[in-house]
């Protein structure tokens, strides 16, 4: 039967044991997200006017790639608190940090939608790339992030826009929403592109209660020497897409993956593969 409704608390409980499970892999593809991703995270520091002395509230910072950019842009009178709901994959940023030298990370075990143990407006910005929009309750998490900040303080984040722009992450949504029988998502249900829709986030933003929203638009093509290598790197640290295959035996995950390899031969060139990426960063003011 098709269920009716989203538990939140066991997604919740299973995204962390998979971020605990892809935690090192996530990492060792570090170098990847940087290319891939740096350029928006770029946009979303110069967006947010981060700079020297400010304190940063980073959220779901995952292995801490951007933890360390935001780091360096506030200087040693700044900090960055780096927090995650998986507690192995924090290790990776901590020990990132203090290869890089950099004294004004701390990472902490915390979830985005309980950033209530926080003091009140004790950040000057907060961001998240590619997080919030996991969230089960991205109002809550939202709140908490207003509540955080400093009046005049920013939110900065960075999400997937619509399904259509994203092939290299809806092919195979689509292939293993198809093979393992599942039905749309629900109503307010998290996932890669539930704040993607033009004006989603924005709307978002204001129910927070934050002002002086703006957003931009990026192209950001994953770049992958084949396409067998971005089954690879999906396969190893895309949790969402194991999380819908658990209903799957191995031998229908296997022929899931099969065909998902095929369809992303499409995105290949002379080049390597270029899977299609479009995200938006959006940034608002408390």
């Known amino acids: 039967m098709t269920s009716t409704t989203f538990d939140a608390i066991k997604y919740k409980e299973t995204t962390k044991d998979q971020w605990q499970a892809s935690a090192q892999a996530w990492h060792q593809w570090g170098p990847l997200l940087s290319t891939w ?12 006017d981060a700079t020297l002395g400010h304190r940063i509230l980073d959220v779901a910072a995952g292995a801490g790639g951007q933890s360390l950019v935001a780091a360096h842009r506030v200087g040693p009178t700044g900090s960055v608190l780096a927090t995650d709901i ?13 290869q890089a030298g950099l004294a004004n990370i701390e990472t902490r075990v915390l ?5 209530e143990t926080l003091n009140p407006e004790s950040f000057d910005l907060v961001i998240s790339r590619v997080g919030l929009i996991y969230f089960p309750d991205q109002q809550k998490a939202l709140r908490g992030m207003h509540r955080v900040l400093k009046p005049g303080g920013r939110v900065a984040s960075i999400v997937y826009s619509t399904a259509e722009h994203n092939g290299f992450f809806s092919v195979p949504v689509s292939i293993i929403r198809r093979r393992a029988e599942l039905p749309p998502p629900l109503p307010g249900q998290p996932g890669p592109f539930s704040l993607g829709s033009p004006g989603v986030l924005e709307a978002a933003y204001r129910k927070a ?29 895309f949790g969402a897409l194991h999380q819908m295959l658990s209903g799957l035996g191995k031998a229908e995950c296997d022929e899931a993956w099969r065909e998902i390899e095929q369809a992303f031969k499409k995105f290949e060139n002379e080049k390597g593969f270029e899977g299609p990426c479009e995200l938006v960063v959006a940034v608002g003011t408390k």
């Open 86 to 98: 998986s507690d192995k994959i924090l290790e990776f940023a901590a020990a990132d940090a203090r």
């Open 37 to 48: 991703l740096g350029s928006a995270t770029d946009i979303m520091l110069d967006m947010a």
């Open 111 to 115: 979830d985005g939608e309980g950033l």
């Open 209 to 237: 209660g934050f002002r002086d929203i703006r957003t931009h638009v990026i192209s950001a093509p994953l770049r992958l020497s084949s396409a067998s290598e971005c089954l690879r790197f999906e396969q190893e640290s």
